[in-house]
């Protein structure tokens, strides 16, 4: 099984792209989601939080999110230790999901694949890649924030420019190439040369 990682920044377009993959029959691990509910409910995390942050973090009503939130929002050091607790869980459940996994292919869509270090969970790395002011414009149908709201949580990731080097493969989401060639191309590379890296 080779396992992919789709990676892109905010508004790229990484959920369609899983989204044509699922249509191939490709299951896809959608990181943002699982890492959420194993904060949630994982016993690992929730110690290490707790230990962190005080027992007040946990509710009879489970996670208290906007606390959390609070302790992280503008302090990059509690920021980093939070990633540090829940990175190697979500880490360690995508290895496990994989191995259930009966598909000649299978992938994990994570926005911070590389910063995260999932990318040394996967064989090939994929990034959806728009326009910065076309991913602003997205993102801003979509979730009802703010223009500077969007560009912060931009600018507090890698550098697409970044992404794109450090990609095994680039699918470009700019509304003018059309997504699904570009998903054909890319699965037939990885059955006839495996191994190798394209762009």
């Not at 920044?9 to 959920?15: A, E, L, P, R």
């Not at 080097?165 to 054909?184: M, W």
Request: overall charge negative; charged content about 25%.
């Amino acid at each position: 099984m080779i396992k992919i990682g789709i990676t892109g920044g905010i508004g790229s377009g990484k959920s369609v792209v899983a989204s044509l993959l699922n249509l191939y029959g490709i299951p896809v691990y959608v990181a943002d989601t699982e890492s959420k509910l194993l904060t949630a409910t994982s016993p690992v995390i929730k110690e290490k939080l707790t230990a962190l942050f005080g027992k007040e973090l946990y509710t009879d009503g489970g996670l208290d999110k906007r606390l959390l939130a609070s302790y992280i929002f503008g302090n990059p050091e509690y920021l980093k230790q939070v990633n540090a607790i829940i990175h190697p869980e979500v880490d360690r459940h995508f290895t496990e999901w994989t191995k259930r996994q009966s598909s000649e292919f299978c992938a994990i869509e994570s926005a911070i694949l590389f910063e995260s270090g999932f990318n040394n969970a996967v064989d090939k790395s994929l990034m959806i890649y728009a326009p910065l002011e076309l991913r602003i414009q997205r993102a801003l149908l979509r979730d009802n924030v703010s223009r500077e709201e969007i560009v912060s949580r931009i600018n507090s990731q890698l550098p697409d420019e970044t992404k794109k080097d450090r990609s095994d493969y680039v699918i470009h989401n700019d509304d003018k190439q059309a997504l699904l060639p570009q998903v054909e191309i890319f699965l037939a590379s990885l059955r006839n040369n495996p191994s190798e890296q394209a762009i």
